[in-house]
């Protein structure tokens, strides 16, 4: 199957800060998403990119699709607890990477 | 609300044991996924229907495991003769949209003992 590779493996912020993350394959994509998954829960689309150069904004997140199709990256801005989860990428819907674990200290 | 529901959310059993687990949809959807996801990594593909005929497997997919979509609503994965090796979350998704967005259930949590 195809790999994608998330870093960091997981983060701890203090509440307010920035986030980044990014997600790297071997192979080109033709659409990226990015998912948040709470315990217990299934994942929960945030975001979908479609196009290569594209940069998408849904609310304080904000995601782009790289311009060589094998690259991701999500931003939050100003983090809240709630943003307490693992952020996953999926490249062509189907392949999933291996998740980032971010923890917002309050 | 994804519109996906999962029966059971969890389930403990002995090894060798057959479980099934089952995907219902709030409404019609003609595209229903299963996928499987150990501790620490991301959902795994395992299987594809458009409406009732199963049209992709994955390797993963062993003939222990068996999909249905009998009326092209909901879904059954059953494992049979399961090993410790099972125990994973298995999640049920719907493809949405013109880019086939998937939308998963609350997932099914397999504890084999």
């Known amino acids: 199957g195809q790999q994608l590779n998330q870093s960091p493996q997981s983060m701890f912020i203090q509440e307010g800060e920035d986030v980044s993350m990014n997600c790297t394959s071997s192979?080109?994509?033709?659409?990226w998403l990015w998912y948040k998954q709470d315990p217990g829960e299934g994942p929960v689309l945030l975001i979908a990119?479609?196009?290569?150069?594209e940069l998408t904004s849904n609310g304080r997140l904000t995601a782009q699709f790289g311009i060589t199709r094998k690259d991701s990256f999500l931003n939050i801005s100003a983090s809240i607890p709630s943003d307490v989860g693992i952020y996953f990428c999926s490249g062509n819907q189907f392949y999933f990477g291996t998740g980032t674990s971010l923890t917002v200290i309050p | 609300d994804t519109g996906v529901s999962q029966d059971p959310r969890h389930k403990i059993t002995k090894r060798g044991q057959n479980v099934t687990f089952r995907c219902d949809p709030i409404?019609?959807?003609?595209?229903l996924y299963w996928y499987r996801q150990t501790l620490g990594q991301g959902p795994e593909f395992l299987t594809y229907f458009q409406n009732e005929a199963q049209l992709e497997k994955s390797r993963l997919l062993s003939d222990r495991f068996s999909a249905e979509r009998p009326k092209g609503s909901f879904s059954t994965l059953e494992i049979q003769r399961t090993e410790q090796g099972d125990s994973a979350m298995y999640l049920c998704?719907?493809?949405?949209?013109?880019?086939?967005?998937?939308?998963f259930g609350p997932g099914t949590r397999l504890t084999v003992l």
């Open positions: 990119l479609y196009k290569a150069g």
């Open positions: 409404s019609e959807h003609n595209r």
């Open positions: 192979s080109i994509f033709n659409t």
């Open positions: 998704a719907l493809g949405i949209g013109l880019y086939n967005e998937q939308f």
